[in-house]
């Protein structure tokens, strides 16, 4: 059984993307979330998969999950259109370039939570900011990223960008 989890947020001011997701096998508690998250929707929270074409969904099997209510009709075609887009060429890419071993692509599933802002406009940013945020999320999932080290070291100095002044 397998289970990786990666994080990356890109981007700034509304189409910022930030991305939290699961990568793990189909038998596994991943694979339980995949199978949750496509068979259990509800207003405001439609679960979609990744697809780079209707008919060509990717591989690993993706599902994404909205990490906000989606509150109109805008903010779905954003999540059905930019982000879905980006997010499946993201997955695709990482196994073409090794990230995710291809020979594992059909054993796993992964799990994407995505966010889209109320107020985002700018449908190529929301697609270039989901699709680096993506890509770097599978790539700290699949190597381990941050290790503890790596996060002890940081935990005096790392600056959260949505912290507050306090």
């Not at 997701?21 to 038998?27: E, P, Q, T």
């Not at 680096?132 to 941050?146: F, H, I, R, T, Y």
Request: charge should be negative; charged fraction near 20%.
């Amino acid at each position: 059984m397998k289970f990786y989890i990666g994080e990356a947020l890109v981007g700034d001011g509304n189409e910022v993307a930030h991305i939290d997701l699961m990568i793990g096998s189909k038998d596994g508690p991943v694979g339980t979330a995949f199978a949750n998250a496509l068979s259990t929707q509800s207003e405001g929270h439609t679960n979609l998969l990744a697809v780079l074409a209707p008919n060509v969904a990717v591989k690993p099997s993706t599902v994404m999950i909205t990490k906000v209510t989606l509150k109109g009709f805008k903010q779905v075609v954003q999540m059905f259109g930019p982000a879905q887009a980006a997010v499946a060429k993201a997955v695709a890419d990482s196994v073409a370039e090794g990230v995710i071993p291809a020979d594992q692509a059909e054993d796993l599933v992964c799990v994407c939570g995505v966010f889209i802002h109320p107020e985002a406009d700018d449908d190529e940013k929301i697609y270039n900011y989901n699709y680096e945020a993506v890509k770097q999320s599978l790539a700290n999932a699949m190597g381990g990223k941050p290790s503890a080290q790596e996060m002890i070291a940081q935990k005096d100095s790392a600056a959260h960008p949505f912290k507050g002044n306090f």
